[in-house]
């Protein structure tokens, strides 16, 4: 995932305001500081000088705050949309066969249901976890400017939380990786449904539809469950590290102010920065977690994306196929449970042929064994002297056109549906419509 995050033409510019963001919210203890200060002092002219300063730090806090906030909306927009376009891209890379036998609510839920984690839980802590160390940077820099010694105690209790990632972090991989999976099934099992839904209403299933439907909600709710309590066991031992770091340093200040080594105003610093201290500890560590919860789901869609058009990589592109020679072929989808077999014949460009069989013959796998398909077959299949395999299928596809028993229909208009999105004249779509005698009944349907 990280070249989407650095290949973006946003994201110089993005984390450089994002670190003036995260300064700023450091630099606003300094100006307590000073106008705490200056107030016991008593001089009016410190607290004057001071004021005009936090004005005209409003001004360029609010305008980086306003500049951060609209680059990141570009920044994860550009992020994501780069990585759909890939995994759309390598999708439709790979053979028919591949798709066909995966389950097409696994690629739904990844594009519907994954990506979203990977936006919210990688994207969104990747940014979280560099802001918060910015702050935690420059808060301890200017802690060890006021007083040493508190920003030492401070430093090494930041440590702390460095034992939650390694005690909870494998165990919200595992959780938040059975919670997408069960919502994989999840679709699956509504995408059956609402396919075979005449078949449901016709053959009475509504009762057995229902009581399923609650089994695999019940997984779901069951596996969100789960991630739930994972993430709140974390959250919890973070709060309780927060709380202890806070009192702990709050309580070495007040022996320093007793000291008198250390201002009233140094200590209201030391306070607000300690919780520029704690926060961001705790931000890169939840920010940490939810990244590593990601951890799987990255790899399956990564893997899918390096593996799409892997097939046929490097073949040829078909030239003009004047026969096609089938020597010998026999074609099973299972073991032991052939659908052809012995089949040899030739096919010869300019002829017309006629494949007659009774239904679950084989006479459809027969075509899609020629276009490609199906690997797996015994015999040979040869288009004119060279062997089937040794070209691409998206190349098969540009040559050879296929006319299914099973048509989809697109939602969109009937013109798209027709030309599939290509540019075709208006007159030529005409001479179509009339030709498939469609012309009547769009004008039924009140259709230009």
């Not at 003009?320 to 010869?348: A, C, H, P, Q």
Request: glycine residues 8%; hydrophobic residues 40%; charged residues 25%.
């Amino acid at each position: 995932m990280r070249k989407y995050l650095l290949k973006n033409k946003f994201v110089l510019p993005y984390f450089i305001l994002l670190t003036a963001d995260a300064v700023n919210v450091s630099l606003m203890a300094v100006l307590l500081k000073q106008t705490l200060d200056a107030a016991i002092s008593g001089e009016i002219g410190e607290l004057k000088r001071t004021t005009v300063m936090i004005i005209l730090f409003l001004f360029e806090y609010s305008l980086v705050s306003w500049g951060t906030r609209t680059l990141k909306t570009y920044y994860i927009s550009d992020v994501m949309s780069a990585l759909k376009r890939d995994l759309m891209s390598a999708v439709l890379r790979k053979p028919v066969l591949h798709f066909s036998d995966k389950n097409r609510a696994e690629y739904v839920s990844i594009f519907n249901n994954d990506l979203k984690l990977i936006e919210e839980k990688y994207i969104n802590s990747v940014i979280l976890c560099f802001r918060s160390s910015v702050i935690l940077l420059v808060s301890l820099a200017i802690m060890i400017r006021i007083e040493p010694l508190v920003s030492a105690a401070a430093i090494v209790l930041s440590f702390l939380p460095g034992l939650i990632p390694k005690l909870y972090g494998r165990k919200l991989a595992v959780s938040t990786e059975g919670f997408s999976e069960q919502l994989k099934q999840y679709n699956q099992f509504i995408g059956d449904v609402f396919s075979g839904f005449e078949v449901v209403k016709n053959y009475s299933m509504e009762k057995t539809i229902q009581e399923r439907h609650g089994d695999k909600n019940s997984r779901v709710e069951d596996g969100r469950k789960e991630m739930g309590r994972r993430k709140a066991e974390a959250d919890v031992f973070t709060n309780f590290i927060a709380v202890g770091m806070q009192f702990s340093v709050f309580v070495i200040s007040g022996f320093f102010v007793i000291a008198g080594k250390i201002t009233a105003g140094d200590v209201l610093a030391i306070t607000q920065l300690m919780n520029k201290v704690v926060n961001p500890v705790f931000d890169i560590v939840d920010g940490r977690n939810n990244m590593l919860s990601t951890k799987i789901i990255g790899q399956n869609i990564r893997k899918i994306i390096q593996e799409g058009g892997a097939e046929g990589g490097n073949r040829r592109e078909i030239p003009d196929v004047r026969k096609i020679e089938l020597s010998d072929v026999s074609f099973s989808y299972s073991r032991g449970n052939e659908v052809l077999s012995g089949i040899s014949l030739t096919l010869e460009k300019g002829k017309k042929y006629a494949v007659v069989g009774e239904s679950g013959g084989g006479k459809s796998t027969l075509v899609k064994l020629i276009l490609g398909y199906y690997s797996g077959y015994k015999g040979t299949i040869f288009y004119d002297d060279r062997d089937r395999s040794d070209y691409a299928q998206e190349s098969i596809f540009r040559y050879f056109s296929l006319i299914s028993q099973s048509v989809y229909l697109f939602e969109a208009s009937v013109g798209n549906n027709i030309s599939l999105w290509q540019d075709i004249p208006g007159e030529e779509m005409d001479a179509v419509i009339r030709q498939v005698h469609l012309d009547e009944t769009l004008r039924k349907k009140g259709c230009d």
